[in-house]
T-cell receptor
Framework: GEDVEQSLFLSVREGDSSVINCTYT??????LYWYKQEPGAGLQLLTY?????DMKQDQRLTVLLNKKDKHLSLRIADTQTGDSAIYFC?????????FGKGNQVVVIP | DTAVSQTPKYLVTQMGNDKSIKCEQN?????MYWYKQDSKKFLKIMFS???????INETVPNRFSPKSPDKAHLNLHINSLELGDSAVYFC??????????????FGEGSRLTVL
């Protein structure tokens, strides 16, 4: 869980879809997570996927997991201004959550 | 009711001073954490306590000393503050070490600025 890589910045128009990507190294993680951090706030768990699943849909959120490539993505459909935040993926190894560097999403009205 | 609350929210101090950040959770969780978020938003775990016992202690200078008087509180004391300690410090808590679902509940953060 030490090396969780994410890209940094994404701007998207309101109503469009946004996709955030992440690669992780700890293949022993049972779960992989997406957390959201709004400005001036702490992180909140957004969704998670069990490691033996390829896909999980949760309302406007779709999580895709490619275990072979250790690649995790989060798709937000119909992006809204309230989705503007930093998104962190995290894996679970050595009894702790290791977070990626975060991806800032800015939604343009 | 705030689930995980930290005080102070902002702290500005001079190099060399000693300061503390307090954290309390009212969720009845067994495990509490301190994370440090740097200026690039990178979030790194510092410490974790389970039922007042230290279970994770990352490579953190020993100027940082966590204290857990009971399982609802985890305070962070920092001695001889350095410029590089400037960051946002987040307290978090989870049930059962968060191993099952990995859900951590975070406080709003304490922004420490060392001048």
């Amino acid at each position: 869980g030490e090396d969780v890589e994410q890209s940094l910045f994404l701007s998207v128009r309101e109503g469009d879809s946004s996709v955030i990507n992440c690669t992780y190294t700890d293949s022993s993680s049972t779960y992989l997570y997406w957390y959201k951090q709004e400005p001036g706030a702490g992180l909140q768990l957004l969704t998670y996927i069990f490691s033996n699943m390829d896909m999980k849909q949760d309302q406007r959120l779709t999580v895709l997991l490619n275990k072979k490539d250790k690649h995790l993505s989060l798709r937000i459909a119909d992006t809204q201004t309230g989705d503007s935040a930093i998104y962190f993926c995290a894996d679970q190894g050595n009894n702790r959550l290791a977070f990626g560097k975060g991806n800032q999403v800015v939604v343009i009205p | 009711d705030t689930a995980v609350s930290q005080t102070p929210k902002y702290l500005v101090t001079q190099m060399g001073n000693d300061k503390s950040i307090k954290c309390e959770q009212n969720l009845g969780h067994d495990t509490m954490y301190w994370y440090k978020q740097d200026s690039k938003k990178f979030l790194k775990i510092m410490f974790s306590y389970n039922n007042k016992e230290l279970i994770i202690n990352e490579t953190v200078p020993n100027r940082f000393s966590p204290k857990s008087p009971d399982k609802a509180h985890l305070n962070l004391h920092i001695n001889s503050l350095e410029l590089g300690d400037s960051a946002v410090y987040f307290c978090a808590s989870s049930q059962e070490g968060g191993f099952l679902t990995g859900e951590l509940f975070f406080g709003e953060g304490s922004r420490l600025t060392v001048l």
